[in-house]
Every structure is written in C-alpha cells, then in structure tokens.
C-alpha cells in the first residue's frame, strides 16, 4: 500500500551536516504522519522526528531539538530530515516510517508505524 524509500545517509565527521530523504509511493493520505527513528548497535529503535503530512507540524526528541529539521514536499511525495551539528551519539541507522489516524499518545513510538523505509546508515566520526 505504502512504500519509503530513504537516501542521503553516509559518513561524516563531528559537526558536519547530512540530508536524508524519504520517497513515498502508493496511497498516501492527508492525514498521514512521516516518523524518523533511528537504531544504534546494541539500542532499541528510537523516535527522533516526525511531520504531519498535510500540515508540516512537526515533533522532535530533545536531544536533535535545534539540530535536525523534518521537512516535506507535497509534490514529490519526499519527506526529508536535515541533521546539522552531527556529533558521534547520532550514528544509527535511520528508518522512515508512515501511517495514520495516529493519536497524539502514540506518535513517537516506533510500535505504531505499519510502513517503514528500508534504513539508511548515518556514521559520524570524532
């Protein structure tokens, strides 16, 4: 029904910048919501950002808040998250996902999501 297919990760050096994407196909609604998580070795699937699809509203877990930067566009179906001032502790891999008619409570658990993009690495070096 859905399906992500994500880019733009890769290796970059402490404080350097990177600019993953999130192409979406299939049938997509307004109401749907685009997460972004992220896994590192050995740690749980962990939620770092998401934006509402129709609305561009967007949530961020405090440790990327004035860093990283979820954005979309409605004509290319792509969803993309800008990661400024990189530091070692965000090398995981990064997995969009999508779905909808999500509460509120349920947002920022990776649980939720039925739809998931296939991972990009981000690796930042110290």
């Known amino acids: 029904q859905v399906q992500l297919v994500e880019s733009g990760g890769g290796l970059v050096q402490a404080g350097g910048s990177l600019r993953l994407s999130c192409a979406a196909s299939g049938r997509t609604s307004g109401s749907y919501v685009m997460g972004w998580f992220r896994q590192a070795p050995g740690k749980e699937r962990e939620f770092v950002a998401l934006?509402?699809?129709?609305?561009?509203?967007?949530w961020y877990t405090d440790s990327v808040k004035g860093r990283f930067t979820a954005s979309r566009d409605n004509a290319e179906n792509t969803v993309y998250l800008q990661m400024n001032s990189l530091t070692p502790d965000d090398t995981a891999v990064y997995y969009c996902?999508?779905?909808?008619?999500?509460?509120?409570?349920?947002?920022?658990?990776?649980?939720?999501?039925?739809?998931w993009g296939q991972g990009t690495q981000v690796t930042v070096s110290s």
């Open positions: 996902a999508a779905g909808s008619q999500i509460p509120i409570s349920r947002l920022f658990s990776p649980r939720t999501y039925p739809y």
């Open positions: 934006i509402g699809w129709s609305t561009g509203r967007t």
